[in-house]
């Protein structure tokens, strides 16, 4: 993945907490920390299970989670914006969504109530149909395919757009499984 900006300018705080966030959510790190929690409780009777002995884990452990939960925010808002921006382009390069969606974060509770009705009952609508297939088909994946390919290649040089669409129609026609025709019903003297 390629940053628009060189490392060196990064935010000092957001690399950071970044890298520890990884860090901290490792297998090795928390191996480590559950073997401290382990040899912790192990000279308890050592140290007499003293009031001390107790401070010990309890700062230890009150700090590192006081300081952790700043850090696994900021990652996590990043990581809440960056999906938001990927949500918003698929929005708004699809031609059937809604571009109202590509802000719906910032719509108060009330608001997005009423689009969870709407969605709903496209739902609802889905359900009744008879099948996955009528709502979800191969043939209607294939469109939308040719549709956005169509979309983003120029006519090649040398080909007019109604040789180009010909030509399209043709590799569809190949791609498809020929449909078997019925059989004809045969009149068999036994079977009456």
């Known amino acids: 993945m390629k940053h628009s900006q060189p490392a060196s ?14 860090a901290t959510g490792s297998t090795p790190v928390f191996i480590t920390a559950f073997a401290v929690v382990l040899i912790w409780a192990l000279t308890g009777p050592i140290f007499d299970y003293s009031e001390t002995w107790q401070l010990v884990i309890n700062t230890g452990t009150t700090i ?4 952790m939960v700043f850090l696994i925010q900021k990652t996590q ?22 571009n109202r969606l590509v802000d719906v974060e910032d719509l108060t509770e009330e608001e997005m109530e ?22 979800h088909s191969i043939d209607e994946a294939e469109e939308k395919h040719r549709e956005k390919t169509k979309a983003t290649k120029a006519p090649q040089k040398g080909k007019t757009k109604q040789a180009s669409a010909a030509t399209e129609k043709e590799a569809s026609a190949k791609k498809r499984k020929p449909r078997r025709k019925p059989r004809p019903k045969q009149d068999n003297p036994e079977k009456e």
């Open 9 to 22: 300018k990064r935010n000092f705080f957001e690399t950071f907490a970044t890298k520890v966030t990884k």
């Open 64 to 67: 590192i989670t006081f300081l």
């Open 77 to 98: 808002n990043k990581d809440s914006l960056a999906i938001q921006l990927k949500l918003n382009e698929l929005v708004a390069s699809s031609r059937s969504a809604s």
């Open 114 to 135: 009423v689009l969870k009705k709407f969605y709903m009952k496209l739902a609802t609508l889905s359900k009744k149909e008879s099948a996955l297939r009528l709502s």
